[in-house]
């Protein structure tokens, strides 16, 4: 049997195991697409195996499909709601999440029983460029950056119709050679951005925490938001600001479940 927990972020869910649990495990991309497959897995956007640390843990994470990211804005709070959780950290704890993307530091703000609510240090935005890709035929005007991981962001309507259409190719498309997630953004106020994210070995998910990054650095680049916004997916609300810093993200990760797995 294999230890397993389960958390999510505004929908966006991780599955938790430890690094010793996969020590026999030949084959972990395999397992992944197994663990979270919705049917006949536990289901899940993604799995992280961590191995804890003195200020908190290393983590690796792996998509739905298999497939590598270096990080997950909404998956290192999770991990981060797991640890307070279980080593009874209280307001004004801090954790330290050791990612392939760098060290996150997590500011523990508030628990409400199995929801603990974070302000994450994310850090600069990079490689930002303006970019115009053509999608089978279609000239798309997009955003690329990194925030630890690749992203792309179209500004314009927020539609499931244009989701399906452009941001599904646009993840596997050949100008992003590992791929890449795709947010569809609208400033609605200089202090609001809506967003919808198609995510690379996933598809489309209801949040993303590097996603609402991503998109609200270029609603502030380039659409004039201010630099403090409340960022809307399907899932909720999350809050990014960024300055001399470089980005803070706040928002909330939900314990689900601890069970074992029959392998």
Avoid at 143 to 161: A, I
Avoid at 186 to 193: I, T
Avoid at 227 to 234: K, L, M, W, Y
């Amino acid at each position: 049997m294999m230890n397993i927990v389960k958390a999510h972020a505004y929908g966006n869910d991780f599955l938790l195991v430890q690094e010793a649990e996969l020590a026999s495990i030949p084959d972990r991309s395999a397992l992944a697409r197994e663990l979270c497959d919705r049917h006949r897995g536990v289901g899940a956007d993604g799995l992280i195996a961590y191995a804890d640390g003195p200020r908190g843990a290393r983590m690796k994470l792996l998509n739905a499909d298999g497939s590598y990211s270096e990080l997950s804005g909404n998956g290192v709070r999770c991990l981060a709601a797991w640890l307070a959780r279980t080593r009874s950290l209280r307001p004004g704890a801090s954790l330290d999440i050791d990612t392939d993307a760098g060290v996150k530091t997590l500011e523990l703000l508030a628990e409400y029983g199995r929801r603990l609510t974070f302000k994450s240090a994310m850090g600069h935005p990079e490689r930002i460029e303006q970019r115009t890709i053509d999608v089978e035929g279609e000239s798309v005007s997009a955003v690329t950056l990194r925030v630890g991981n690749p992203q792309c962001v179209v500004l314009g309507d927020v539609t499931e119709e244009r989701l399906h259409r452009i941001a599904a190719k646009l993840a596997v498309h050949p100008a992003f050679p590992d791929g890449t997630n795709v947010e569809l953004a609208r400033v609605e106020r200089p202090d609001r951005v809506r967003i919808l994210i198609w995510e690379r070995g996933v598809g489309p998910t209801e949040a993303s925490g590097t996603g609402a990054c991503a998109a609200a650095a270029v609603a502030m680049q380039y659409r004039g938001a201010d630099r403090d916004v409340e960022v809307i997916a399907p899932g909720g609300s999350q809050r990014v600001a960024w300055g001399s810093g470089g980005i803070l993200l706040t928002g909330w990760a939900e314990l689900l479940l601890a069970g074992r797995w029959l392998r």
